[in-house]
């Protein structure tokens, strides 16, 4: 398939998602993630239409990178270690893997100007998955508030892999309500308005649960 017929199905089952909850697609902003793709198949996604890219490693991120250019929008979804924040942070529009002080902190050292981040929570919590635990976010974004390169625009959480939809839904939930008690609290270092949460499998419930930023990788440039 190319990517413009996989994106055509993606962006009807969007649509039907914003139908069945009553918000508007342009609310969501579809990441095409082609860390599993050649540069090739990542400029078909551009050229088909996709205007945010994600990957989750430093060396692949910097390649596509130099070769595709900053008009469009990179956004680094992978875990990321401190010693590698100087090679990538002024080149991301967004980070949504921040997960630790030390890693916060490096990226306000190395940043020329404030940085837009999602905290990653590991709802479900599982072993095998990075992110904050619920309980740690609030505490966590507190620690941050002085960090002037670090703003908190939203939650990223990755679901469990099943295809039990009440299962999703409720993770999907979980995250919502904590997004929706930072983005209350009114704090100028995070806005905190955006929901990371969404992938191949699982991005129509995550729509529905209120999902603004949904990272496709194998159904959209697989
Ligand atoms: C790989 C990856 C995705 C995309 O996964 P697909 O199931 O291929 O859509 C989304 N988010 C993160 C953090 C990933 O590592």
Request: aromatic share 4%; with cysteine; proline share 2%.
């Amino acid at each position: 398939m190319t990517v413009k017929e996989n994106l055509a199905k993606i962006t009807e089952t969007i649509g039907q998602a914003c139908e069945n909850c009553g918000r508007s697609k342009n609310e969501i902003t579809v990441i095409a993630v082609t860390k599993y793709v050649s540069i090739d198949r990542a400029r078909e996604a551009v050229e088909a239409g996709i205007k945010d890219l994600g990957e989750n490693r430093k060396d692949e991120f910097l390649e596509k990178y130099e070769a595709i250019g900053d008009d469009v929008n990179w956004h680094f979804i992978g875990s990321l270690q401190s010693r590698k924040v100087k090679d990538v942070i002024n080149q991301v529009t967004m980070i949504h893997s921040l997960d630790r002080k030390s890693l916060a902190k490096e990226i306000n050292k190395r940043a020329n100007e404030p940085v837009q981040c999602f905290v990653q929570v590991n709802v479900s919590e599982e072993e095998s998955k990075h992110g904050l635990h619920m309980e740690e976010v609030e505490d966590f974004i507190d620690l941050v508030k002085n960090y002037e390169n670090i703003k908190i625009v939203g939650l990223m959480t990755m679901a469990p892999h099943t295809d039990d939809e009440e299962k999703l839904r409720g993770v999907f939930r979980q995250l919502r309500a904590q997004r929706d008690r930072i983005r209350d609290k009114h704090m100028p270092h995070a806005p905190c308005e955006y929901l990371s949460m969404g992938m191949s499998n699982d991005y129509a419930l995550a729509i529905e649960e209120g999902a603004t930023h949904i990272r496709i990788g194998s159904s959209l440039v697989g």
